[in-house]
């Protein structure tokens, strides 16, 4: 057995699903250790995930947009049963949590806002109960996640990495969320302004010069993420349980240095950004290189195992950068599927990671037996028809 851990500083105790995807209203009491959510596909173990990867910044594991979450038959708010009505007053699919935190406890919550006719789907987002933003999460409650779909990650195109690469300097710089909104705020209206042909030259120069600002602040969190982790993984190197990687950002900036060139560049792009319908230069275009350290290979060159391998090395340092440098606590941790193909030895170093962490890490699989190392500290929890149950170990 793996000994038990100290006390977890960063944790959910409360959980509630309204009308999210499988759960009509389900409600979750945990314990602050690691959770294993264990039974058959299809029960609903990633939505849970995916529910908890709403009270971050983002769209969540699943990149999913907001419709999509909608529960096909929404239970009405009106409808009384064990809990108290949804939390946002409608039938609308909500995700609302207790958040404990060494500051105390904290009510967090996420949902999808009432639409106007015709109107695009919004999200709303709330603190104690008052209105926030989904990227004041990012210092509140920092979440780290590894998924099935994130096996291809070194293969599949670079958007994917960066919203990887971004996820991990959310962990250690809050403001990276709210920097890179900015700059797809004032990228998307000097776009449109220029399929529009409305070739303001005042409108188009201060979105040129937010958008500069902006990229440039992005490009330098994530090289500086990049030079901490990449010094984490040397540290980690000698551990063996997992291979060190080597990290290496191409930046999209087109050779410019500074604020003056990306302005420089932007102005002289207006033409052909405007007749591709597409920004043609900027952090939006980067892209997170990866490389096998002992292998001296390129990620996208190993084996499935090994690049799974790589992506838990890379998650597990940013867990100890962000408890070291920042927090004194770990991230939450969302593994979904992740002991599938580890073999024992790999398992169980994982799993002595997430102890000596101590992290709350929510974990699925189809056998909970894999994870019967953690039964003194973890909850095993099954799913049935969208109701959460608590299990023994035994």
């Not at 930046?251 to 007749?275: F, T, W």
């Not at 003194?376 to 959460?388: K, N, P, R, Y």
């Amino acid at each position: 057995m793996v000994a038990s851990a100290p006390v977890h500083k960063l944790a959910l105790k409360t959980l509630r699903l309204v009308n999210f995807r499988s759960y009509a209203d389900s409600k979750l009491d945990v314990p602050p250790g690691p959770v294993v959510l264990a039974g058959p596909n299809g029960t609903g173990k990633t939505n849970c995930l995916e529910a908890i990867s709403l009270l971050s910044p983002g769209r969540g594991i699943r990149n999913a947009h907001l419709s999509e979450i909608q529960r096909k038959a929404p239970r009405e708010a009106a409808m009384q049963g064990d809990h108290d009505e949804n939390p946002f007053g409608n039938n609308l699919w909500t995700v609302a949590a207790s958040l404990e935190r060494p500051d105390g406890i904290w009510e967090v919550g996420t949902g999808l806002a009432p639409q106007n006719p015709g109107g695009n789907a919004k999200r709303v987002t709330h603190l104690n109960g008052a209105p926030a933003q989904s990227a004041d999460f990012a210092d509140l409650a920092p979440m780290l996640w590894l998924t099935p779909a994130q096996d291809r990650l070194f293969l599949d195109g670079a958007s994917d990495r960066r919203r990887f690469l971004d996820r991990l300097v959310f962990g250690l710089d809050g403001a990276h969320a709210k920097r890179t909104n900015r700059y797809e705020r004032a990228m998307r209206e000097r776009l449109r302004l220029l399929k529009e042909r409305r070739l303001d030259p005042l409108w188009l120069s201060g979105l040129e010069e937010t958008m500069a600002i902006e990229t440039m602040e992005i490009t330098r969190a994530r090289q500086s993420m990049i030079a901490l982790l990449n010094d984490e993984l040397g540290l980690r190197e000698d551990a063996g349980n997992f291979p060190c990687a080597h990290l290496a950002l191409e930046d999209g900036l087109d050779g410019a240095s500074d604020a003056q060139g990306l302005r420089d560049k932007l102005s002289a792009l207006r033409r052909r950004d405007g007749e591709s319908g597409r920004t043609n230069m900027g952090p939006h275009l980067g892209d997170l290189q990866v490389r096998h350290t002992a292998k001296r290979a390129d990620a996208r060159d190993c084996s499935t195992g090994e690049q799974k391998a790589l992506l838990i090395s890379i998650v597990l340092a940013n867990a100890w950068l962000q408890k070291r440098r920042k927090t004194a606590y770990a991230p939450i941790l969302l593994l979904d599927e992740i002991v599938a193909h580890l073999d024992a030895e790999r398992r169980a170093a994982l799993f002595e990671e997430i102890q000596t962490l101590s992290a709350q890490a929510w974990m699925t699989g189809t056998d909970s037996s894999l994870f019967a190392p953690l039964s003194d500290d973890a909850t095993l929890v099954s799913i049935e028809a969208g109701q959460f149950s608590v299990l023994d170990w035994s």
